[in-house]
């Protein structure tokens, strides 16, 4: 069993930056991969990045580029750094754990960009 706890949302104008933080219950280095999704209002939830116990990171296209993810061993936490942020980058922000075969999810963190 993993908790995952999201924080760092909130509102931002356009263009500027926003860093979410996820704080695991148990060392990250333990799980397959940590991810960061965003589900928008009346779409689907999608992957925006994930960086592997390897160290191995993807990112969805709409984010390269402007989008960073990285952990922190010693705090079990995983980090997604956002630039040059779009009003259509709004959306909840979920953290994810997958520990084959479990997936774990954070609460969500709402992020709105908008002027």
């Known amino acids: 069993q993993v908790q995952l706890v999201e924080s760092g949302g909130g509102w931002v104008q356009p263009g500027g930056s926003l860093r979410l933080s996820c704080a695991a219950s148990?060392?990250?280095?333990?799980?397959?991969?940590m991810g960061w999704y965003r589900q928008a209002a009346g779409k689907q939830r999608e992957l925006v990045a994930r960086?592997?116990?390897?160290?191995?990171?993807h990112y969805a296209d709409s984010v390269k580029g402007r989008f960073t993810i990285s952990r922190d061993k010693a705090k079990n936490t995983v980090y997604l750094q956002m630039n040059s942020l779009k009003p259509e980058d709004t959306a909840v922000y979920y953290c994810?754990?997958?520990?084959?075969?479990?997936?774990?999810w954070g609460q969500g963190t709402q992020v709105t960009v908008s002027s």
């Open positions: 960086i592997t116990s390897g160290g191995s990171t």
């Open positions: 148990r060392t990250i280095f333990s799980i397959n991969a």
């Open positions: 994810n754990g997958l520990q084959l075969p479990y997936d774990y």
